[in-house]
């Protein structure tokens, strides 16, 4: 059995990732559940194989020196992957997770309406964060394709590696790979003013240096959009303020303030009837937002802003997980164990008449 082999499985039972490793069988995750396909269990030798079978020479030398390389994979008619080679207790082992495609809008995500909206900024910073295989890559592949469609304008992204491929439609996309196309986030950054960009995509902020860049191709006038492993738009607040020194926080406090249009925090649960769904939290950057952003004994009240901010469409994941629980698409269980809160959860579903 080959990778192609393995990969139609997938495809076919409706599957998120692959995982190989020598000793198990092929793992794969269905609607966010792991379970073995049933195949006998792979040989190191095998392991390494199908791994190798994936690399260019580029990447077996990547993987040579570093024991580990990340990668996009593409298998026609079926799809684009992303995939980590990696070592464990001596042996090669592989992860693979299947991307979204450029066509996919907002609306076939079930995202809220204000994420569109967000996409139509002409300028500024948006975030889209969440926990690892929280749909992240694909919201971000879903506002490209907004823009792309609706806007003559200059698109750039920096990724690690490109995950989703785009076709110019009324934009210019540019699609520049770390390790290929530029060596790092920071040097890519360092010159993509020069490249006359509209809208600037950068796969992940890692570092000071990526964050201080961006929020400075922000606020020279491009739209930026990048991501975060942050939970909720709290903590994103506070992660991106963290990453700097404190003698500088003030500054970066200002700028963040000036610059950020909105917030999307994501995560998927199980949908009732099979199948996963989004819960949101959504963050606009409205004047009382700016404020507790600049303000960092008023950070903490964020929350308290996106509860009362339907009018901008700003919600907090317990608002999304009890409209999704009462429209009967999650059990009242997931929403337990989802929300920030179980107490106040369990009171805000009191407050709105629902039974459980």
């Known amino acids: 059995m080959d990778i192609l082999d393995l990969i139609k499985v997938l495809d ?35 392991a390494e194989r199908l791994a190798v079978s994936m690399l260019n020479e580029r990447q077996v030398k990547i993987f040579d020196a570093g024991r580990e390389v990340d990668f996009a994979y593409t298998i026609p008619e079926i799809g684009r ?19 979204g495609s450029s066509d996919l809008t907002i609306e076939d995500l079930g995202l809220p309406s204000v994420v569109k909206k967000l996409a139509s900024e002409p300028r500024g910073l948006i975030l889209v964060t969440g926990t690892a295989g929280s749909g992240k ?23 690690d590696p490109i995950e989703v491929v785009h076709q110019d439609k009324l934009s ?47 606020e020279i006038g491009n739209l930026v959009l990048s991501t975060l492993h942050t939970v909720d738009a709290t903590e994103t607040i ?35 009837g099979g199948g996963r769904i989004v819960a949101t939290e959504v963050m606009v950057a409205t004047a009382t ?51 920030a809160n179980a107490h106040d959860f369990k009171l805000k579903v009191q407050a709105a008449g629902i039974q459980v």
């Open 12 to 46: 076919a039972k409706g599957g998120s990732d692959l995982h190989i490793k020598a000793g198990s069988p092929p793992y794969i995750r269905v609607d966010g559940v792991l379970f073995p396909l049933e195949l006998p269990p792979f040989s190191e030798e095998d």
């Open 81 to 99: 992957f992303r995939v980590n080679v990696f070592r464990q207790r001596g042996s090669v082992a592989t992860a693979m997770r299947k991307l």
């Open 137 to 159: 890559t694909t919201t971000l592949a879903a506002i490209i394709n907004h823009i792309n469609s609706t806007r003559r304008t200059h698109i750039v992204t920096i990724e």
């Open 172 to 218: 210019l996309i540019d699609q520049r790979e770390i390790g290929v196309d530029t060596e790092s986030y920071a040097e890519a950054l360092k010159t993509v003013v020069r490249q006359d960009p509209n809208v600037i995509l950068i796969g992940e902020m890692r570092d000071a240096e990526t964050v201080g860049a961006a929020l400075s191709a922000a």
């Open 238 to 272: 506070n992660r991106i303020i963290d990453f700097f020194p404190p003698h500088h926080q003030k500054q970066i406090r200002l700028m963040l303030a000036a610059t950020l249009k909105g917030i999307v925090s994501q995560r998927l649960l199980s949908k009732v």
């Open 289 to 339: 937002v700016r404020d507790y952003i600049v303000k960092e004994s008023y950070t903490s009240r964020i929350l308290e802003a996106l509860e009362q901010g339907e009018y901008y469409g700003m919600h907090s994941f317990d608002q999304s997980l009890l409209a999704l629980f009462a429209e009967g698409k999650i059990t009242i269980d997931d929403a337990f164990i989802n929300c």
